[in-house]
């Protein structure tokens, strides 16, 4: 069953533990897989709707220390993940808006981890998996 309590807290002030707990809410999510069911999606997007803003302050300050083409991407990719937090999709597109605000989520907090010298764990799934395949697919000559 989908959270419905805030993803992060916003009186959090240290950005690192914020970016961890944020990395844990995305990956939990991602890992428990996103179920299509009505009621699960709109608790999903009720979660993600409330990690965006406590993400987006951050990235804001962060591409304000960028110059060019980083800070011009940087910040479409804010202002796309808000207006889509902030919209209401039409029920038979609830789903693929969650989709996109996950994926946008995400490379947000990879950049915001980046930025602030946090390395990004896999996870344990996905690093067994990979080791599962790399041992099936046998010695490479």
């Known amino acids: 069953m989908t959270s419905t309590t805030p993803a992060v807290r916003t009186v959090d002030t240290d950005v690192s533990a914020l970016l961890v707990e944020a990395r844990r809410e995305l990956d939990s999510i991602a890992n428990r897989g996103i179920v299509s069911a ?3 999606v709109a608790d999903t997007l009720t979660t993600l709707e409330e ?3 406590t993400l987006i302050p951050h990235a804001r300050v962060l591409a304000a220390t960028l110059g060019g083409k980083d800070r011009s991407e940087l910040d479409e990719l804010i202002e796309r993940i808000a207006r889509r937090a902030a ?12 989709l996109v605000l996950i994926s946008q989520l995400q490379e947000l907090l990879r950049q915001l981890e980046r930025a602030h010298g946090i390395a990004c764990r896999r996870t344990r799934a996905g ?9 099936s697919a046998g010695p490479q000559t």
Do not use: T, V, W
């Open 38 to 40: 009505p009621r699960a």
């Open 51 to 53: 990690l965006a803003p």
């Open 87 to 98: 919209s209401r999709p039409r029920a038979d597109l609830a789903y693929e808006h969650l």
């Open 127 to 135: 690093a067994a998996e990979r080791r599962a395949k790399q041992d």
